[in-house]
C-alpha cells in the first residue's frame, strides 16, 4: 500500500530537549516537505526536499532541520523545542511533476511544556 | 509569491442541498489548483485537481471544482450534500514555474446537517 508514515503519532516534551520526528514514504516519490497545522492559519510549509541531499526552506523553518540523506526518509528535528512549537505537523510526499498531488501522512500532534 | 483564500471559516448546508466551498489563488504565472479533505485525527486526502484544460474538474466522493481565470477562482462543488461530507477542506495552489510545493489557504469547515 502507497503510503507516508510518520512517528510518533503524539509527543509530549519539555523545553530544549532534541526530538526528531520520522518520515517515511514507500513511492519512490522526490519530493517531500513538513508542514504544521495551526488552527484559523492552515497548513504552513517548513521546509521542503526536491530530492537526496537537496533540501530548501519554506515560510516558517525558523527552529527546525531536516536532512534527507535517503529518498524514502525526512526526517524533521527540533533541536531546542519551544512551546510555539506546539502543533499539528504533516509530513508529505510527491512525484517530480508539478501538477502530481501530494501523499500524506496521518500527523504528529506534537506538545511542546 | 502564490497564496490561497478561504473566505469562509465556516459552511453550513443542509443534507441533500448543493454545497459550495469558496477559494482564490494568486500566483505569479499559471496555477495548479489543489482541493484537499481532512477528516478528524487523520491527515490530508487529495480531492480533486486543476491542471490544465476544461475548466470543471470532477473528484472523488462526487465533488466537483470550477476554475475560473478571470476571476482566480476555484470554487469546490458537490450537487447534493450528505453528513459524511462533514470535514475540513482546504485549498492548495503551486505556480506552474515554481520548485516549490504546495501553498495552502487556512481551511474551510463544513458541517452538513441531517
Known amino acids: 500500500e502507497a503510503q507516508v508514515t510518520q512517528n510518533p503519532r503524539y509527543l509530549i516534551t519539555v523545553t530544549g530537549k532534541k526530538l526528531t520526528v520520522t518520515c517515511s514514504q514507500n513511492m519512490n516519490h522526490e519530493y517531500m516537505s513538513w508542514y504544521r497545522q495551526d488552527p484559523g492559519l492552515g497548513l504552513r510549509q517548513i521546509y521542503y526536499?526536491?530530492?537526496?541531499?537537496?533540501?530548501d526552506k519554506g515560510d516558517v523553518p525558523e527552529g527546525y532541520k531536516v536532512s534527507r540523506k535517503e529518498k524514502r526518509n525526512f526526517p524533521l528535528i527540533l533541536e531546542s523545542p519551544s512551546p510555539n512549537q506546539t502543533s499539528l505537523y504533516f509530513c508529505?510526499?510527491?512525484?517530480?511533476?508539478?501538477?502530481?498531488?501530494?501523499?500524506f501522512g496521518q500527523g504528529t500532534r506534537l506538545t511542546v511544556v | 509569491a502564490q497564496s490561497v483564500a478561504q473566505p469562509e471559516d465556516q459552511v453550513n448546508v443542509a443534507e441533500g442541498n448543493p454545497l459550495t466551498v469558496k477559494c482564490t489563488y494568486s500566483v505569479s504565472g499559471n496555477p495548479y489548483l489543489f482541493w484537499y479533505v481532512q477528516y478528524p485525527n487523520r491527515g490530508l486526502q487529495f480531492l480533486l485537481k486543476y491542471i490544465t484544460g476544461d475548466n470543471l474538474v470532477k473528484g472523488s466522493y462526487g465533488f466537483e471544482a470550477e476554475f475560473n481565470k478571470s476571476q482566480t477562482s476555484f470554487h469546490l462543488k458537490k450537487p447534493s450534500a450528505l453528513v459524511s461530507d462533514s470535514a475540513l477542506y482546504f485549498c492548495a495552489v503551486r505556480d506552474i514555474g515554481s520548485a516549490r510545493q504546495l501553498t495552502f489557504g487556512s481551511g474551510t469547515q463544513l458541517t452538513v446537517l441531517p
Open positions: 508529505a510526499s510527491s512525484s517530480s511533476g508539478a501538477g502530481t498531488e501530494a501523499f
Open positions: 526536499s526536491m530530492n537526496v541531499e537537496v533540501t
